[in-house]
């Protein structure tokens, strides 16, 4: 026994963070809320990223647009020094970001993963390569000291080195969990079977709130005529609607508009009219440019070159709790 349990728990302190093989290849400039910076992160309203608590904090987050940032702060879960299940931070971007493509929250306050879901994790390899896995919920997994953990199998593509902290969509293209670490379990046989563990957010709602307290929106929206914008609210408390609009671009309706009661994860809709450049204002602070005349992408905050392509280390009592899973599973290294 001493001598499997040893060489398991020294994998388990040295396992990386991770990226996704033999899966779907995305288009970075497609899902540019998604950053790089050791591990995968998501832009969250312009100015921050989401993203694993166990990932180094390493300087540089990379955009899309070849434009890099270093965080000016990062927020990790309250919980997670003590208890790892709560593997999530939220970094802190010095200038923001814009971002056209984005994705919107789960409503976490409700516990939306259910057994046999699929979702679709993304995440980069050391190449940063963006790339997509497919996988399957596993329900019958029930961690009593972890609740928060949701373990899936591969059904298209797997995830390693690099991968930790990316988001994992639903059907409805919306986040409900990142991306923790990978089991492999060897049979007798010699085959191996992946299964990936990732942080339900439904467990930690109230910490991405009490941290952003505001809406979640894109930075960027192009086009001329009548278009929607849609906006999610990650206020503390039910929100209404203040929203104003200058340049060439007139608030004519929509969800939103006039509504006094937007509860937490809702989103609704600006319908604006547009013949040029303008402005969307959602409060005194969170603005969206309507075609604006110069689109240079991110405000790189950092100027260095090169790309990450580290990651992060599984938190031990992460891999602890992992081994109940059986002796001779072992965590895949990057």
Same mark, same amino acid.
């Given at each position: 026994?001493?001598?499997?349990?040893?060489?398991?728990?020294?994998?388990?302190?040295?396992?990386?963070?991770?990226?996704?093989?033999?899966?779907?290849?995305?288009?970075?400039?497609?899902?540019?809320?998604?950053?790089?910076?050791?591990?995968?992160?998501?832009?969250?309203?312009?100015?921050?990223?989401?993203?694993?608590?166990?990932?180094?904090?390493?300087?540089?987050?990379?955009?899309?647009?070849?434009?890099?940032?270093?965080?000016?702060?990062?927020?990790?879960?309250?919980?997670?020094?003590?208890?790892?299940?709560?593997?999530?931070?939220?970094?802190?971007?010095?200038?923001?970001?814009?971002?056209?493509?984005?994705?919107?929250?789960?409503?976490?306050?409700?516990?939306?993963?259910?057994?046999?879901?699929?979702?679709?994790?993304?995440?980069?390899?050391?190449?940063?390569?963006?790339?997509?896995?497919?996988?399957?919920?596993?329900?019958?997994?029930?961690?009593?000291?972890?609740?928060?953990?949701?373990?899936?199998?591969?059904?298209?593509?797997?995830? /390693?080195?690099?991968? @930790? %902290?990316?988001?994992? &969509?639903? +059907? *409805?293209?919306? $986040? =409900?969990?990142?991306?923790?670490?990978?089991?492999?379990?060897?049979?007798?046989?010699?085959?191996?079977?992946?299964?990936?563990?990732?942080?339900?957010?439904?467990?930690?709602?109230?910490?991405?709130?009490?941290?952003?307290?505001?809406?979640?929106?894109?930075?960027?929206?192009?086009?001329?005529?009548?278009?929607?914008?849609?906006?999610?609210?990650?206020?503390?408390?039910?929100?209404?609607?203040?929203?104003?609009?200058?340049?060439?671009?007139?608030?004519?309706?929509?969800?939103?508009?006039?509504?006094?009661?937007?509860?937490?994860?809702?989103?609704?809709?600006?319908?604006? /009219?547009?013949?040029? @450049? %303008?402005?969307?204002? &959602?409060? +005194? *602070?969170?603005? $969206? =440019?309507?075609?604006?005349?110069?689109?240079?992408?991110?405000?790189?905050?950092?100027?260095?070159?090169?790309?990450?392509?580290?990651?992060?280390?599984?938190?031990?009592?992460?891999?602890?709790?992992?081994?109940?899973?059986?002796?001779?599973?072992?965590?895949?290294?990057?």
């Amino acid at each position: 026994m001493q001598k499997v349990l040893i060489p398991l728990l020294t994998s388990l302190l040295s396992a990386n963070a991770l990226a996704v093989v033999n899966g779907t290849p995305l288009i970075w400039d497609n899902y540019d809320d998604l950053v790089e910076a050791n591990c995968t992160g998501t832009i969250i309203a312009g100015r921050y990223v989401l993203t694993a608590a166990h990932c180094k904090d390493d300087g540089i987050i990379q955009f899309s647009d070849g434009t890099q940032q270093a965080a000016s702060s990062r927020n990790d879960h309250p919980e997670y020094i003590n208890h790892d299940g709560y593997d999530v931070s939220i970094w802190t971007l010095p200038k923001n970001h814009n971002t056209t493509n984005i994705h919107f929250f789960a409503d976490l306050t409700q516990d939306t993963i259910g057994d046999g879901d699929t979702l679709r994790a993304l995440g980069f390899g050391s190449s940063s390569s963006l790339g997509q896995s497919t996988l399957t919920v596993d329900g019958s997994y029930n961690n009593i000291a972890y609740p928060m953990y949701t373990k899936t199998t591969a059904i298209n593509g797997y995830n /390693e080195h690099g991968d @930790s %902290g990316g988001p994992d &969509l639903n +059907d *409805s293209n919306e $986040i =409900s969990a990142l991306t923790n670490s990978i089991i492999a379990d060897e049979s007798l046989t010699g085959e191996i079977t992946r299964y990936t563990f990732a942080v339900n957010l439904h467990y930690v709602e109230d910490f991405i709130r009490n941290t952003i307290d505001g809406w979640h929106y894109p930075t960027v929206v192009n086009g001329n005529g009548t278009q929607t914008v849609t906006v999610q609210s990650l206020h503390i408390n039910p929100t209404s609607d203040s929203a104003w609009s200058d340049g060439n671009v007139a608030i004519v309706g929509g969800t939103c508009l006039g509504n006094n009661t937007i509860h937490a994860y809702e989103t609704c809709t600006y319908e604006v /009219e547009t013949n040029g @450049s %303008g402005t969307l204002h &959602l409060s +005194d *602070s969170e603005t $969206i =440019s309507i075609n604006p005349q110069t689109n240079s992408g991110g405000n790189s905050g950092n100027e260095s070159s090169g790309g990450g392509s580290g990651g992060g280390s599984l938190g031990l009592l992460s891999g602890l709790a992992l081994l109940g899973l059986g002796l001779r599973r072992r965590l895949v290294k990057g």
